[in-house]
């Protein structure tokens, strides 16, 4: 009994270390990108010399362009733009959306992410693992707020006839994005067309059709 609840004490332990980044040992991390030091996120810049710009982006009121064969265009602020979120786990994004744009499926390999539609009319889903591979989908409207468990396959589509916005957070500084079709059609090098011709259970010349669209 005692060693079954120890075991679901540590598998409970893993699960929220494991959905976001790990917590800080002091009061902020600004990142250093000049700092040459491999660690896990940046290396951080002298406490003494941090000033309040550290923490602060400007310009998500600013409206994406999204003049692109998806018709959407994320804005993200996370590390890379805001220093001041190495080490503390969390991040955001502002996605705009054309008339019936996507944000194409894709996954955060390191964060969940919670979404909240600012303007217009958004139908969102997300598939979940194997062997059921079930799809959650709904269609949101301004102020509605849907969540992307960490790691699954989402998108997004606006399924009204002007431009959409929304607001997404996400648990890390660092999510990452892996777009499903790029990684797969896209990558470098090629993945061999005879493997994915077997994978999508097509002919080599219609895999490869599909791959030069990429
Ligand atoms: C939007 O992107 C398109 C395609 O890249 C480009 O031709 C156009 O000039 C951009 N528009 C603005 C306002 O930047």
Request: proline letters at 7%; aromatic letters at 8%.
């Amino acid at each position: 009994m005692a060693t079954r609840i120890l075991f679901h004490g540590i598998a409970a332990l893993v699960i929220t270390v494991a959905v976001a980044d790990q917590s800080p040992l002091q009061d902020f991390c600004v990142a250093d990108p000049s700092n040459g030091v491999f660690v896990n996120g940046f290396a951080c810049k002298d406490p003494k010399m941090v000033r309040a710009n550290d923490f602060y982006f400007g310009g998500l009121h600013l409206t994406g362009n999204v003049s692109n064969p998806v018709g959407s265009k994320v804005t993200p602020v996370t590390v890379a733009q805001l220093p001041g979120l190495n080490t503390l786990g969390i991040s955001l994004a502002r996605i705009d959306y054309a008339p019936w744009g996507i944000n194409p499926p894709h996954t955060h390999p390191r964060a969940l992410e919670i979404l909240t539609v600012i303007k217009g009319t958004l139908e969102v889903g997300f598939v979940t693992s194997n062997p059921d591979n079930r799809l959650i989908t709904k269609v949101l409207s301004k102020g509605d707020v849907f969540v992307f468990p960490v790691g699954l396959i989402h998108y997004q589509r606006n399924v009204g006839y002007s431009n959409a916005v929304a607001i997404a957070a996400l648990g890390s500084q660092n999510p990452g994005v892996i777009t499903i079709t790029n990684a797969i059609l896209r990558s470098n090098p090629n993945i061999a067309i005879d493997i994915l011709a077997k994978a999508f259970q097509v002919d080599k010349s219609i895999a490869g059709q599909v791959q030069s669209k990429f």
